[in-house]
């Protein structure tokens, strides 16, 4: 199943608080300073890129023959994402980088193979739905202020992450099958 998934080229991190919510001023007029939630998902974004890069290149993460495929993928994927959210934020006139700051890419910890596999995917399961979740919560807000554009691709990178983590799901319940 997973390798279907694979082929059909679907496309740590601090976490946000349960609750967390973004004030919103309404504005008839389009942000010409950048907006907030463009540079808050750029950090996120880049945050789960360097964490997919490093879990693609980790010794222990080449072992699992389908994670690193998947990897592999979401890497290109995500490094996609990660331009489009750039340009957008260059497009409204912002200045704010992808660094990542206070995201340090976690190493997996030391695990049996199968457990770290499945902490892995975990990991990435769950970073993906909270940059999916956070990305349909905020449409609403470039919307409101006519930001047409950031609205649609908040829309578009949150269906990617959704993809992301339907992918995900399958392969660790594929693996949780076979550790049976």
Do not use: C
């Not at 789960?48 to 699992?64: H, P, Q, S, V």
């Not at 994927?77 to 957008?88: D, P, T």
């Not at 995201?103 to 399961?125: F, K, N, Y």
């Amino acid at each position: 199943m997973i390798n279907s998934l694979i082929d059909s080229g679907s496309p740590h991190t601090a976490r946000r608080p349960a609750g967390a919510f973004v004030s919103v001023v309404v504005d008839e007029t389009p942000p010409t300073s950048g907006h907030p939630l463009l540079a808050r998902f750029l950090r996120e974004e880049a945050g789960l890129y360097a964490i997919t890069r490093e879990w693609r290149y980790d010794a222990a993460g080449r072992k699992f023959v389908r994670l690193h495929e998947l990897l592999n993928l979401q890497f290109s994927s995500i490094g996609h994402r990660l331009a489009q959210l750039a340009a957008r934020v260059r497009a409204v006139g912002s200045r704010n980088s992808g660094s990542q700051g206070d995201r340090v890419p976690v190493s997996p910890p030391a695990l049996a193979a199968g457990a770290l596999q499945a902490h892995m995917i975990r990991e990435l399961l769950a970073l993906h739905e909270s940059i999916g979740k956070g990305l349909r919560a905020a449409e609403i807000i470039p919307r409101s202020t006519r930001d047409f554009a950031t609205a649609d691709l908040f829309i578009a990178l949150a269906a990617a992450h959704e993809q992301d983590a339907f992918t995900l799901r399958a392969l660790l319940e594929e693996i949780q099958t076979e550790a049976i």
